[in-house]
């Protein structure tokens, strides 16, 4: 069984539901910033060995809030779900989603495309918080998914952010000057979107539970993933 949610930023309590089955056989789907890979320190391990030992496989996209796992030594990219992911030798029930990629997982196709622009940012760099500077993928990445994504036709896709049109202005944090947000991640997406056939598109970062047309924005919630209509 598939399981998906949005951020949870280093909290898992909402993983110990007893509505997910504890077996290998059941993958949870996380939209991005996890907060596995945010510390980069023991507090990351202490966060790994207890995801690892939950008795589930979980699947994170990349967020903004957390670095890379291609930037981090101890991961290695492998063949799993007919595409690449990065995993740790150490922890086999933790995956890393690569950009891009397109998985079958259960019978299912997934385009995955982690990355956003943390509006926070330099707030961040002033309080000397955490702040990555692979948050959002690079026009060469950009390029080359909008070039092998052309024409496609998948089940989901899995994104961090959202495309630009479907913005949810009413979730903005206060305070932010929006005129210095960087858009480019949410206009990428408009393109995706309107080059891709899908049933159905997944996101976070937004901190909300929406629907609009075929697009849902996760946050706590935890859903099992409906069969595909194909």
Not at 17 to 37: F, Q, R, S, W
Not at 177 to 190: A, G, H, I, K
Request: aromatic share 12%; net charge negative.
């Amino acid at each position: 069984m598939i399981y998906i949610t949005g951020d949870t930023h280093g909290t898992f309590s909402r993983l110990l539901a007893p509505t997910i089955e504890k077996t290998n056989n059941n993958l949870v789907i996380i939209l991005g910033d996890a907060g596995i890979n945010y510390y980069l320190d023991e507090r990351d391990k202490t966060k790994k060995d207890y995801l690892n030992n939950l008795g589930i496989k979980i699947l994170s996209l990349q967020g903004n809030h957390e670095e890379r796992p291609e930037n981090i030594s101890t991961y290695k990219e492998i063949d799993m779900y007919q595409g690449k992911v990065f995993i740790e030798d150490e922890y086999p029930n933790l995956i890393f989603a690569k950009n891009g990629e397109v998985y079958n997982i259960e019978n299912n196709s997934f385009l995955v495309i982690g990355g956003a622009y943390s509006v926070d940012k330099y707030y961040r760099l002033r309080n000397h918080l955490n702040w990555f500077k692979d948050e959002q993928l690079s026009k060469k990445e950009q390029e080359h998914i909008l070039k092998t994504t052309k024409d496609l036709k998948v089940d989901y896709v899995l994104s961090h952010t959202c495309p630009y049109k479907y913005i949810p202005r009413e979730a903005f944090l206060p305070g932010i000057n929006q005129d210095l947000v960087d858009n480019s991640m949410e206009y990428f997406l408009d393109k995706i979107e309107e080059q891709v056939n899908y049933d159905k598109w997944y996101c976070g970062h937004y901190h909300i539970e929406k629907e609009i047309d075929n697009l849902e924005f996760m946050y706590h919630d935890v859903k099992v993933l409906k069969k595909s209509k194909h």
